[in-house]
């Protein structure tokens, strides 16, 4: 039921440190939305019809007046409200939104000791306490980081309760957003961890003892700087879906064959070289594959600026994909070890694929055999080379 707020009500939101005069209930035509569950007011959430982005009231969501379970902060005002939340040992979900700054210390979080999730995430910079590891019943834990300093307390690894797991950093919109870039040790305490989210960070690797979190279901790794996966990544036979979108993978990881309960697989934006390795997603038809091809075969498809032959394109629309195991067949490395041995062995098909497919792999293959003039190791060089501001070429 909705009901304008009456004295009580702004006793109520008071004591919260939401400071509302019936001033402003008048003006602001505040509204409380009641939900009740067996006699009890199950949920409220303050709003109003005039309320914009930068109002100075605050949202709360909780269970019970006199016991709530579910707090909402989104207050960008001053008020020492964290000194309140210790009159709810009954709490079992504390969001600190963006616009929140603390006046007091966050260690008190650390009393709470009901709270199953946790969620922060604000434009003001906030110390996460060392207390907070003394939430045993955790499961659900979310951090966004947007600026300096940030700290990571080691009393993380307590937390092994947590199933569902994300952290953010190196936010565009915030300029001086700190960029995560070693994976955080504490997570492989996780132990019944179902799904991690580690999108929008800086991570150039992860640990090969990622493969023990064996619980996993859900694995977000879009927009990092990682151009492979650990070999024990095989080793996570719950995985149903995974995303390494926007990252520097050049070819498809071999060890994703291994994930036979895999469902869908974000691959976007990513500089591969070919569709070669992309035979390690056939291995189920029922995969979901989700890319930034074009979505019709008369555009020109590409992959992070590469540009695929028409037939590969006609048989990546018509998911043909054992059409294009064949163009890929042989491996180009294979192709490379075979020109290295005799130029004139090539077919054309493997000569064209040579001069398109190549990576500093191949080409160390050909320089330890070939002559520096070779025409095609030429054309591989010009391919590999990074021009510089002042003129010089710089080799991959």
């Known amino acids: 039921m909705k009901q304008l707020l009456d004295e009580d009500d702004r006793k109520t939101l008071n004591c919260l440190g939401t400071h509302i005069s019936s001033q402003d209930i008048q003006k602001n035509r505040l509204y409380l939305t009641y939900y009740t569950a067996n006699g009890f007011v199950d949920k409220i959430f303050l709003w109003g019809l005039a309320r914009t982005a930068f109002s100075k009231y605050d949202d709360f969501v909780f269970k019970n007046r006199s016991r709530p379970r579910i707090i ?39 009393n709470l000791k009901n709270l199953k999730r946790l969620f922060i995430f604000s434009y003001n910079p906030i110390r996460i306490p060392d207390s907070i590891g003394n939430l045993l019943g955790i499961t659900d834990l979310g951090i966004t980081i947007t600026q300096k300093p940030f700290h990571l307390p080691k009393t993380f690894k307590n937390l092994k309760n947590v199933e569902k797991f994300s952290i953010r950093s190196g936010i565009s919109k915030f300029p001086n957003s700190p960029s995560l870039k070693n994976f955080p040790e504490f997570i492989l305490n996780f132990k019944k961890l179902t799904h991690l989210s ?3 960070n800086s991570l150039t690797s992860l640990p090969q003892s990622i493969g023990n979190l064996r619980n996993l279901r859900e694995m977000n790794l879009y927009n990092n700087e990682l151009s492979s996966l650990p070999h024990s990544i095989k080793n996570l036979k719950n995985l149903t879906r995974l995303n390494i979108g926007r990252n520097n993978f050049t070819r498809i990881p071999e060890n994703i064959k291994h994930l036979k309960n895999l469902e869908s697989i974000d691959i976007s934006y990513n500089p591969f070289v070919s569709l070669e390795s992309f035979r390690y997603l056939f291995f189920n038809p029922a995969l979901t594959i989700i890319s930034d091809f074009a979505s019709s075969k008369n555009y020109k ?15 990546w ?18 192709i490379a070890q075979k020109y290295a041995h005799n130029p004139k062995s090539l077919t054309h098909h493997e000569l064209k694929r040579l001069e398109t497919e190549v990576t500093e792999k191949e080409r160390r293959i050909l320089e330890l055999t070939l002559p520096k003039n070779d025409p095609i190791l030429r054309i591989i060089n010009e391919k590999l080379k990074i021009e510089l501001s002042n003129g010089f070429g710089l080799m991959r």
């Open 72 to 110: 909402d902060i989104t207050s960008y005002s001053k008020i020492k409200i964290l000194k309140k939340l210790e009159n709810f040992p009954y709490l079992e979900s504390l969001d600190i939104h963006p616009f929140f700054k603390s006046t007091d210390s966050l260690e008190l979080i650390g």
């Open 198 to 200: 580690l999108r929008t």
């Open 301 to 315: 498809l590409s992959i992070g600026g590469l540009t695929i032959p028409k037939e590969v394109k006609n048989y």
């Open 317 to 334: 629309h018509e998911k043909n994909y054992e059409g294009i195991m064949q163009y890929y067949t042989p491996p180009i490395i294979e």
